[in-house]
């Protein structure tokens, strides 16, 4: 069973991001606030269930969260900045659209840079420990796949809407057979073979 809060009698919001490992397409992340005595069996990591299953805790944590928020940070955001950087903003964006403003953050994993002199926690693995950050990592993977399903029907070559842009066998296939598009991060390592010199 997941915890429900970290900081005590807070007004404590959770947050996690998606796509962190994509070749293409944005960043996305969420931030969620649940009410103090929230509580869910199956709530989790949103990689440790069905899609199906996402699309169904989703409307639970809409329905019932007192406040969330998703944003998405695209490509030329992500190259301008790096992926770390983008991942935290897209974080910093979702929850200044918070409303209450969280008195408290967690954060999953290691790095966030604070804001508003709002006082956190990084907790690695947080999406599988608290239910706030369980409930933003299925927010922001669903609006993500959401996303990507959406430019899959731009760009169907790469199947986005199996692939959601992570760098398979088959996505790069399509990449060396069509080359990247508008939707590709140029800062990532798309091919292999791009680190390779002809000499």
């Known amino acids: 069973m997941l915890l429900s809060n970290f900081s005590g009698n807070l007004i404590e919001a959770g947050t996690d991001e998606a796509g962190r490992g994509c070749i293409a397409g944005p960043v996305t992340a969420a931030a969620v606030i649940l009410p103090f005595d929230f509580q869910h069996d199956i709530l989790t990591d949103s990689k440790k269930i069905t899609e199906k ?96 399903n959406r430019i899959h029907e731009e760009f169907p070559m790469y199947n986005w809407k199996k692939n959601k842009g992570y760098p398979t066998k088959e996505h790069r296939d399509a990449i060396r057979a069509f080359g990247p598009c508008k939707y590709h991060r140029t800062s990532f390592r798309l091919l292999p073979e791009q680190l390779k010199l002809d000499i």
Do not use: W
């Not at 301008?80 to 974080?91: D, G, P, R, V, Y």
């Not at 408290?104 to 420990?129: A, H, L």
């Open 53 to 148: 299953m996402r699309y169904s805790l989703r409307e639970v944590v809409e329905q019932q969260a007192l406040s969330f928020s998703v944003h998405h940070l695209d490509e030329a955001v992500i190259d301008e900045i790096n992926i770390l950087n983008a991942s935290i903003k897209a974080m910093q964006l979702s929850l200044a659209d918070l409303n209450p403003p969280p008195q408290f953050i967690i954060v999953d994993g290691n790095r966030y840079y604070p804001t508003n002199d709002i006082p956190f926690q990084c907790i690695v693995k947080g999406d599988m420990k608290y239910l706030s950050i369980a409930a933003a990592s299925i927010l922001a993977k669903t609006y993500r796949d959401d996303y990507m």
